[in-house]
Nanobody, 125 residues
Framework: QVQLVESGGGSVQAGSSLKLACTASFPEILNTCMAWFRQVEGKEREDLALIGRDDNPAYDASFEGRFTISRDLAKSTLYLQMNNLGPDDTARYYC???????????????????WGQGTQVAVEP
């Protein structure tokens, strides 16, 4: 069964860093286009970063330089390093896989077909 499980969220002070992890039920899951998103209740899901089979990352312009996506196939884990967090970063963070476009990532959360349950991040002023 294909499963993604996020971890690493929590409550932090503004200016802090967090590293989120997304562990897959088996390593081969990560060998496709993977991405991180976030969502505030009542608002549209937001693209953060994605990474294709070639391991080249791409970021939404709003987060480039502050967020870093990476993956470790040996650990079956996708990561999101987030630096200099602010209250506006408070949201639920999700990882997702796109098995329909494994080699050529398509931006946008609607392209992704497999999702984790998310991990909550709260940033206090």
């Amino acid at each position: 069964q294909v499963q993604l499980v996020e971890s690493g969220g929590g409550s932090v002070q503004a200016g802090s860093s967090l590293k989120l992890a997304c562990t897959a039920s088996f390593p081969e899951i990560l060998n496709t286009c993977m991405a991180w998103f976030r969502q505030v209740e009542g608002k549209e899901r937001e693209d953060l970063a994605l990474i294709g089979r070639d391991d080249n990352p791409a970021y939404d312009a709003s987060f480039e330089g502050r967020f870093t996506i990476s993956r470790d196939l040996a650990k079956s884990t996708l990561y999101l390093q987030m630096n200099n967090l602010g209250p506006d970063d408070t949201a639920r963070y999700y990882c997702a896989a796109d098995f329909r476009h494994p080699s050529n990532c398509v931006r946008g959360w609607r392209s992704f077909d497999t999702w984790g349950q998310g991990t909550q991040v709260a940033v206090e002023p």
